[in-house]
């Protein structure tokens, strides 16, 4: 190929005039899902984790209401919406190895670039920003993504259907084995170790200056990792790490399966089987979320293993909402956030962090949860308003800019709605 000819071949980013609307939409709804998930860890150090009944000296003020809502944010949003935002990613990757393939460009070496650079993102914001990142574990993983991106569909749902087998399973195991002799005060202590690590953490953001924050959220950060398998990793032994990661791996599949047998592409043709699927998860998925840990406290830790289910309920549900005159334009705005969503995910720790801390308002660790939610509504809702006001001038955002800058080699000029 002479290099003109290579030049008009270039990959470049998805237009606005390619885009599937749905596709935003489910992104700026994953987006407010992850701030209500994640708003009780912008508030509190990650060895608040240890005590999941939260009931302890540090939310002594908290009232029923609080620990209501915890209960609510645990059994419907809790592991859901990070959830989708690995079905997209998977999805994503579908979309862009076609557009490659059209081209007859080297989708390897694109979707290689794009993963380095969004680990190296992941890393400043994990070790500078706010410890709970999870863009590293997606770039791990998505490595083993790109080695099964040319998998027949069919071959992706066994295998995501089998990961998750493997892990219905296990958890169903360990809760059914569990001690049920052991009190549930002893089984949610805190160490004494991570008592006092958490007490400096919650020093260093109430009072203490730059080089403090950043070491309260190295020592975070390396709790946290020992957790999610990424220490592990480092250290050699990925077995840890691909179970702890396995339901990330098995919705990356299930969303490259669904891009590919262009099921959201064709709706309408296909409304029937969503609505199938859509009663099926939500019997399951209700079940194991909803019905059985509030039966038995042995079915607490199975509960975790409902996201997957829930999170495609949730998509399907909102599917629905979409395909109607009002519900169209009413969920229209979350396509805003939505195509802006890695400069918000980023953009929600940076805001937290700061509003917080000790340069803004000092209130790590004093809101009530219920006072913390109704500031990560409004957090989103300035989201939805800055990313719409964003894209009239931009065809992206920032950060999506530097992105795809280094995962396309350079972005050619276009207009904004090119």
Same mark, same amino acid.
């Given at each position: 190929?002479?290099?003109?000819?290579?030049?008009?071949?270039?990959?470049?980013?998805?237009?606005?005039?390619?885009?599937?609307?749905t596709?935003?939409?489910?992104?700026?709804?994953?987006?407010?899902?992850?701030?209500?998930?994640?708003?009780?860890?912008?508030?509190?150090?990650?060895?608040?984790?240890?005590?999941?009944?939260?009931?302890?000296?540090?939310?002594?003020?908290?009232?029923?209401?609080?620990?209501?809502?915890?209960?609510?944010?645990?059994?419907?949003?809790?592991?859901?919406?990070?959830?989708?935002f690995?079905?997209?990613?998977?999805?994503?990757?579908?979309?862009?190895?076609?557009?490659?393939?059209?081209?007859?460009?080297?989708?390897?070496?694109?979707?290689?670039?794009?993963?380095?650079?969004?680990?190296?993102?992941?890393?400043?914001?994990?070790?500078?920003?706010?410890?709970?990142?999870?863009?590293?574990?997606?770039?791990?993983?998505?490595?083993?993504?790109?080695?099964?991106?040319?998998?027949?569909?069919k071959?992706?749902?066994?295998?995501?259907?089998? !990961?998750? &087998? $493997?892990?219905?399973?296990?958890? /169903?195991?360990?809760? +059914? *084995? %569990?001690?049920?002799? @052991?009190?549930?005060?002893?089984?949610?202590?805190m160490?004494?170790?991570?008592?006092?690590?958490?007490?400096?953490?919650?020093?260093?953001?109430?009072?203490?200056?730059?080089?403090?924050?950043?070491?309260a959220?190295?020592?975070?950060?390396?709790?946290?990792?020992?957790?999610?398998?990424?220490?592990?990793?480092?250290?050699?032994?990925?077995?840890?790490?691909?179970?702890?990661?396995?339901?990330?791996?098995?919705?990356?599949?299930f969303?490259?399966?669904?891009?590919?047998?262009?099921?959201?592409?064709?709706?309408?043709?296909?409304?029937?089987?969503f609505?199938?699927?859509?009663?099926?998860?939500?019997?399951?998925?209700?079940?194991?979320?909803?019905? !059985?840990? &509030? $039966?038995?406290?042995n079915?607490? /830790?199975?509960?975790? +293993? *409902? %996201?997957?289910l829930? @999170?495609?309920?949730?998509?399907?549900?909102?599917?629905?909402?979409?395909?109607?005159?009002?519900?169209?334009k009413?969920?229209?705005?979350?396509?805003?956030?939505?195509?802006?969503?890695?400069?918000?995910?980023?953009?929600?720790?940076?805001?937290?962090?700061?509003?917080f801390?000790?340069?803004?308002?000092?209130?790590?660790?004093?809101?009530?949860?219920t006072?913390?939610?109704?500031?990560?509504?409004v957090?989103?809702?300035?989201q939805?308003?800055?990313?719409?006001?964003?894209?009239?001038?931009?065809?992206?955002?920032?950060?999506?800019?530097?992105?795809?800058?280094?995962?396309?080699?350079?972005?050619?000029?276009?207009?904004?709605?090119?």
């Amino acid at each position: 190929m002479k290099k003109d000819d290579y030049m008009k071949q270039k990959l470049s980013p998805i237009s606005a005039k390619e885009r599937i609307e749905t596709l935003d939409v489910l992104r700026g709804f994953a987006l407010l899902g992850i701030i209500l998930a994640n708003i009780v860890w912008f508030l509190y150090p990650a060895y608040m984790q240890e005590d999941l009944s939260f009931k302890n000296e540090w939310t002594s003020f908290w009232n029923g209401a609080d620990y209501t809502v915890k209960t609510i944010l645990t059994m419907f949003v809790d592991g859901k919406f990070v959830m989708l935002f690995s079905m997209l990613f998977g999805f994503g990757m579908v979309i862009m190895q076609e557009r490659a393939a059209a081209k007859q460009l080297n989708f390897w070496g694109i979707y290689s670039r794009r993963l380095i650079a969004l680990f190296i993102f992941g890393c400043i914001h994990a070790y500078f920003i706010w410890f709970g990142d999870i863009l590293t574990n997606y770039a791990i993983l998505g490595l083993l993504l790109l080695l099964m991106h040319k998998l027949k569909p069919k071959a992706m749902l066994i295998i995501s259907l089998t !990961l998750y &087998s $493997l892990l219905l399973g296990s958890f /169903t195991f360990g809760a +059914i *084995s %569990s001690d049920s002799t @052991t009190p549930m005060s002893m089984s949610m202590s805190m160490s004494e170790e991570s008592r006092q690590l958490m007490q400096v953490t919650i020093d260093a953001h109430q009072n203490g200056n730059i080089q403090e924050l950043l070491d309260a959220n190295l020592m975070e950060r390396t709790f946290y990792t020992m957790r999610n398998g990424l220490y592990v990793l480092f250290l050699g032994n990925p077995i840890f790490f691909l179970f702890s990661n396995l339901p990330f791996l098995l919705m990356f599949l299930f969303g490259a399966a669904v891009a590919k047998k262009k099921w959201l592409h064709r709706f309408e043709e296909y409304r029937k089987g969503f609505f199938i699927t859509w009663l099926l998860t939500l019997i399951f998925g209700g079940t194991l979320g909803w019905i !059985l840990p &509030s $039966l038995s406290e042995n079915f607490s /830790t199975v509960q975790y +293993i *409902s %996201s997957p289910l829930l @999170t495609i309920f949730y998509a399907i549900s909102l599917l629905f909402i979409y395909h109607t005159v009002k519900g169209k334009k009413v969920l229209q705005w979350l396509a805003f956030p939505g195509r802006m969503a890695f400069t918000n995910y980023i953009g929600q720790s940076i805001i937290c962090t700061f509003l917080f801390g000790p340069f803004a308002f000092g209130v790590y660790g004093k809101l009530h949860l219920t006072t913390a939610i109704i500031i990560a509504i409004v957090i989103f809702v300035f989201q939805i308003i800055f990313s719409k006001l964003w894209l009239s001038k931009f065809r992206f955002g920032p950060l999506e800019y530097v992105w795809r800058s280094f995962t396309y080699l350079g972005i050619k000029k276009e207009s904004k709605n090119a």
